[in-house]
């Protein structure tokens, strides 16, 4: 059965966009993007959505700020409503408690611009983790989808890409390179890999069974 799909956001949107393009592409088998929700009004993404057709929720961090249960339990109320399958983070910044992640076990993926566990848990958002990588002098960097558990960034790991740090990169100019090299095709093929049931979790590890398995 075609999977459903919610895509949690908070700002411009891109790898939400980088989604919408490969479902309209062909790329994401098996699987339909049918909600949208952001955690602020303000946000580009949600833009994005409305003018693919797709449906739209605004749950404002900032009327739930710190309760962090309260915010959850609203994104699950949601997300059960619409009957979502797979919840997809792309470029959401609130943690939520682990209310969602544990409903939604191994089926609820994140995006991170780094290669895990490197440059990785609190603290580590958008920017801040090209400004901490070009910091550490590493020569490569990349990107990194996996499923959410309780742990930030720890659940186990779906995909990964790797992308060269150059020695003239800022944090804008290697963020960008990250998101187009790295992040906008893994994310659609991770997301292409869990509608058509290929991916197996065993403990911390994921395996990828081969296409010709699963038609
Ligand atoms: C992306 O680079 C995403 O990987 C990162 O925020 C950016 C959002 O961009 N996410 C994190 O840092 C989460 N830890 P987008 O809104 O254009 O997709």
């Known amino acids: 059965m075609l999977k459903k799909i919610a895509v949690l956001v908070s700002g411009g949107g891109t790898n939400l ?9 062909g790329i994401i088998k098996n699987g339909e993007i049918t909600c949208v929700i952001s955690s602020s009004e303000d946000a580009y993404a949600l833009t994005r959505a409305r003018e693919n057709s797709i449906g739209t929720h605004v749950v404002r961090w900032k ?7 309260s915010f959850s339990e609203e994104i699950l109320r949601i997300l059960r409503e619409e009957s979502i399958d797979l919840v997809v983070y792309a470029g959401f910044m609130v943690i939520l ?8 076990a191994n089926r609820m993926m994140n995006v991170h611009p780094a290669l895990i566990p490197s440059f ?21 960097t990349g990107a990194t989808v ?17 992308v060269e740090v150059l020695d003239d990169d800022t944090p804008e100019s290697l ?7 790295a992040e906008w095709q893994i994310l659609p093929q991770a997301v292409s890999l869990f509608c058509q049931d ?3 979790v ?11 398995c699963c038609q």
């Open 202 to 212: 065993n403990g911390t590890r994921t395996y990828i069974k081969p296409e010709s």
């Open 198 to 200: 290929r991916i197996v």
């Open 17 to 25: 966009q980088a989604l919408i393009d490969a479902q309209q592409a």
């Open 175 to 181: 963020q960008k390179r990250v998101m187009r090299e």
């Open 63 to 69: 009327d739930y700020r710190p309760d962090r249960r």
């Open 120 to 140: 990785c848990g609190k603290g580590f958002y958008g920017l801040h983790v090209h400004e901490a990588v070009l910091q550490s002098g590493v020569k490569l």
């Open 97 to 104: 408690d682990e209310v969602v992640s544990k409903a939604y």
């Open 146 to 162: 996996h499923f959410v558990n309780e742990v930030c960034d720890g659940g186990p790991i779906i995909l990964q890409k790797a």
